[in-house]
């Protein structure tokens, strides 16, 4: 499960963003998209809630990040002004279509667009710094069991 270099992904900021990025951090992935009514920004709150209970030392270990599953609408501007509501530390990829697609493929969390909606699992993905997956954790956990199960990835 590694970024795909070179693909043209880019961050909130328009930076690039390829596994250099993510170097020795575990990462706690989400696919989400910004016009989302419910279930991205909840998500996104229990990720800041859980970050907000980890001490500094654990919280530079990690990388939690949102790719944008409607990457046509989502682009670094719009992305920028959804994550100032959360975590500081939440980093956004966003890029081609495709590039989305593969990367959310080779997860096991296909992406279906139609009418505007978007369809996208729901779970948290914790995938340790070599890009092996380390949990799929279900969508609707707690700020609280998220925190410990992170404290217990980041502590090895």
């Known amino acids: 499960m590694t970024w795909p270099a070179g693909r043209g992904l880019v961050d ?3 930076a690039a963003l390829d596994e250099a990025r993510f170097a020795g951090r575990v990462r ?3 696919f989400g998209y910004t016009r989302c009514p419910d ?5 996104l709150m229990t990720v800041t809630q859980a970050l907000d209970a980890l001490p500094p030392a ?8 949102l790719v944008a599953a409607d990457p046509e609408h989502d682009g670094p501007g719009v992305l920028a002004r959804y994550l100032d509501t959360f975590h500081p530390a939440i980093v956004a990829a ?3 279509v495709a590039v989305i697609d ?3 493929a080779s997860y096991a969390a296909p992406i279906r667009r139609h009418g505007g909606l978007v369809d996208h699992p729901v779970d948290l993905f914790l995938v340790s710094p070599s890009g092996m ?4 954790l279900p969508g ?3 700020p609280e069991a998220l925190a410990g199960i992170l404290r217990a990835a980041l502590s090895r």
Do not use: F
């Open 133 to 136: 997956l380390l949990g799929r």
């Open 58 to 65: 654990l919280l530079a270990r990690l990388a939690p990040v």
């Open 28 to 30: 706690l992935v989400y």
């Open 102 to 104: 593969g990367l959310a």
């Open 140 to 142: 609707g956990i707690a």
């Open 94 to 96: 966003t890029g081609p």
């Open 39 to 43: 279930l991205c920004p909840t998500a």
């Open 12 to 14: 909130q900021t328009g």
